[in-house]
């Protein structure tokens, strides 16, 4: 089955710059759509950011488009979300998602079939 592992969290300061990776395995990681959710203590899972197979359509969420660049790496079966000017708003548990849709609603969590389990970003002020 396909497993999915992120990477790269850890504590920054508000303005600085951090990546998180996710590595797909068990799958045909170039036929997947990827996307990033988080969640925050006490609320709910919501879209970041998300892929297309080719790398050639990002979709961002309202409170990220402009600082979080979302990408994928074929040869490697990893997809990447750099943050860059993070914000203590966006302390959260980072979630990498995959979808098998051919056009899944990128933004829709119930899109997506398979979760990794998280990587915590802590922002510090």
């Known amino acids: 089955q396909v497993q999915l592992v992120e990477s790269g969290g850890g504590l920054v300061q508000a303005g600085d710059s951090l990546s998180v990776s996710c590595t797909v395995s068990?799958?045909?990681?170039?036929?997947?759509?990827m996307g990033w959710f988080r969640q925050a203590p006490g609320k709910k899972c919501v879209f970041v950011a998300a892929?297309?197979?080719?790398?050639?359509?990002?979709y961002y969420s309202d409170s990220v488009k402009g600082r979080f660049t979302i990408s994928r790496d074929n040869a490697k079966n990893t997809a990447y979300l750099q943050m860059n000017d993070v914000k203590p708003s966006d302390t959260a548990v980072y979630i990498c998602?995959?979808?098998?849709?051919?056009?899944?609603?990128?933004?829709?969590?119930?899109?997506?079939?398979?979760w990794g389990p998280g990587t915590q970003v802590t922002v510090s002020a």
């Open positions: 998602a995959a979808s098998a849709l051919y056009m899944p609603e990128h933004a829709s969590e119930y899109e997506y079939d398979y």
């Open positions: 068990g799958g045909t990681f170039n036929e997947l759509t």
């Open positions: 892929v297309s197979w080719s790398g050639k359509s990002q």
